[in-house]
Nanobody, 115 residues
């Protein structure tokens, strides 16, 4: 059964940090690239970070230098460290494979950046 569970979101002030986690209980990330996506209010979901099965990461220009994605294959978990957060980073964040597996979307975790 495919199940992705995201956590770690919250309310943070501009310039703050958060660490998101995604547990892959269905092991769909095994030997596949994983990604963090986000959907901001009124916008389409976008891929912001990805990591290959071997650990090579890539980032959208909007988050490059601020976000860091990592994976722990032994724990079937991927992480996203969010630093120097901006109000425009406010969104629901999701994890999934890259490209995404249609039926695998979880509930996401809400990140709100506001003073």
């Amino acid at each position: 059964q495919v199940q992705l569970v995201e956590s770690g979101g919250g309310l943070v002030q501009p310039g703050g940090s958060l660490r998101l986690s995604c547990v892959d209980s269905g092991r769909i990330f095994s030997f596949k690239a994983a990604g963090w996506y986000r959907r901001a209010p009124g916008k389409q979901r976008e891929l912001v970070a990805s990591i290959t099965s071997g650990g090579l990461s890539n980032y959208a220009d909007s988050v490059k230098g601020r976000f860091i994605m990592a994976r722990d294959n032994a724990k079937n978990t991927v992480y996203l460290q969010l630093n120097s957060l901006k109000p425009e980073d406010t969104a629901v964040y999701y994890c999934n494979t890259v490209p995404p597996l249609r039926g695998a979307w979880g509930q996401g975790t809400l990140v709100t950046v506001s003073s």
